[in-house]
């Protein structure tokens, strides 16, 4: 008896991941099972599930066929093991949080290379995203990714985090834009640290106009 | 004051002809004879009293007339007011300026932030943004161009975190935000936009 009891409790949470109801009608009908079935393998691995479905509904959307949806979303599954062996890699406490996992496997999609995202794993604890996101923006601006990084932990150093770090980033996208060099850019971000100037308000005419939308579950 | 020659009183009276007078004289004879003609010739207005009678008999303008003529008319107005209620007043004013009562929007939680979607598309009949926000469904957000200079907005409160977009134009073409600093391939051989929601409480 407590041998079915307990097989119950193990099959419970496989069969209350499907997410079959989310996708039909969305993704085509073919590429509904494939789908589910690995968003079924990342449950059971106890990694983020709504990055695979957000994959999903994309292709949906944009009316891709159901093998490039399905194959997707498996590059988009190795994507967040790769995220999550990287962050034990890192020393990240195990179990290691979905969240980070989710980040990491931003910051590698948006270019980050390896050894760049596991100094910055490693120099600050969860959440990380907004300063791999910083990292990130700098290296958008063709800034050097290691140099980047470098100001990014310096920033949190002084004692700056969260959101304050894209400030960081936006400060050394400035600079350039007032025509400093890459290198005379972070120079002068680095020796202002930690004071970067903040993000503009929203305005009250903004916030007036703005619409409340139903959004899906945080991953 | 030269006297007037007996001659020219004599033809002015009409007591001797003009003509029998020495040149000299005639020439002065007639500018006088032109102005005593003018003179003549003026008839005098009504009198005071015709006047007062001929208002008094005119008929009296309707009550609209009374009234779009009081508007037209300056009048004078004087107000005697304690200067404190002038400063009451002045502050009462900048304070409902400043902060108006009126509609503010949605309540903004702790972990929301504002997005404003932005997007030249001249020409279109719809514009929508779909994303990992709203399940990448198409309509649910659906730009506005106000004034029909084929610049497309929206402005949505949405929880903080990153999310990946693209513009979806007539419902069927989808368009990356140019404007967007953050691009990431979508693994479908494009790419998407990147926003960063930020909290809007600070």
Redesign the interface.
């Known amino acids: 008896m407590r041998w079915w009891l307990g097989l119950a409790l193990l099959a419970q949470p496989v069969v209350a991941q499907s997410v079959r109801p989310r996708l039909e009608g969305r993704i085509p009908n073919d590429a509904v099972p494939g789908v589910d079935s690995i968003v079924a393998v990342a449950s059971g691995e106890g990694l983020p599930t709504e990055p695979l479905i957000q994959k999903a509904l994309e292709g949906g959307a944009k009316h891709v066929t159901a093998p490039r949806i399905t194959a997707a979303v498996q590059a988009s599954l190795e994507q967040l093991r790769g995220a999550r062996a990287l962050l034990e890699r890192a020393g990240d406490t195990l179990p290691v949080k979905t969240a980070e996992v989710t980040t990491v496997a931003w910051a590698l999609r948006r270019g980050l290379p390896q050894p760049v995202v596991e100094r910055v794993v490693a120099a600050l604890k969860p959440p990380r995203a907004a300063a791999l996101h910083a990292v990130a923006d700098l290296a958008a601006h063709r800034f050097n990714v290691d140099s980047s990084a470098d100001l990014i932990i310096a920033a949190i150093h002084d004692g700056l985090q969260r959101e304050r770090l894209l400030d960081v980033s936006a400060a050394a996208a400035h600079e350039l834009q007032r025509g400093h060099t890459h290198a005379e850019a972070l120079a002068r971000v680095r020796a202002e640290l930690p004071n970067v100037p903040g993000p503009p308000r929203p305005t009250a005419n903004a916030v007036g106009r703005a619409r409340r939308v139903a959004t899906p579950p945080p991953p | 004051m030269n006297p007037l020659d007996p001659r020219i009183h004599e033809a002015l009276d009409g007591e001797r002809e003009a003509s029998a007078l020495p040149e000299e004289l005639a020439r002065a004879v007639r500018p006088l004879e032109r102005a005593v003609a003018l003179l003549a010739a003026h008839v005098p207005g009504p009198s005071l009293e015709g006047r007062v009678l001929a208002a008094i008999r005119a008929p009296a303008p309707r009550r609209g007339g009374r009234f779009v003529q009081w508007l037209v008319t300056p009048h004078s107005i004087t107000f005697h007011v304690r200067p404190v209620w002038s400063v009451a007043f002045a502050a009462v004013v900048a304070v409902l300026t400043l902060f108006?009562t009126g509609?503010?929007?949605?309540d903004?939680g702790e972990r929301e932030?504002?997005a404003?979607f932005v997007g030249r598309f001249p020409g279109a009949r719809s514009v929508s943004v779909?994303g990992?926000?709203?399940?990448?469904?198409?309509g649910?957000?659906a730009l506005e161009d106000i004034d029909h200079d084929g610049v497309w907005r929206?402005?949505?409160?949405?929880?903080?975190?990153?999310y990946?977009y693209m513009f979806v134009v007539d419902g069927e073409r989808?368009v990356p935000d140019h404007l967007a600093?953050?691009?990431?391939?979508?693994?479908?051989g494009?790419e998407?936009s990147?926003v960063?929601v930020?909290?809007?409480r600070?």
Request: glycine share 6%.
């Open positions: 108006p509609h503010h929007g949605p903004i932030g504002i404003q779909v990992s926000f709203n399940d990448w469904r198409d649910s957000i929206a402005t949505v409160v949405l929880p903080t975190g990153a990946e989808f600093d953050r691009l990431v391939a979508d693994d479908f494009r998407n990147v960063i930020r909290p809007a600070r």
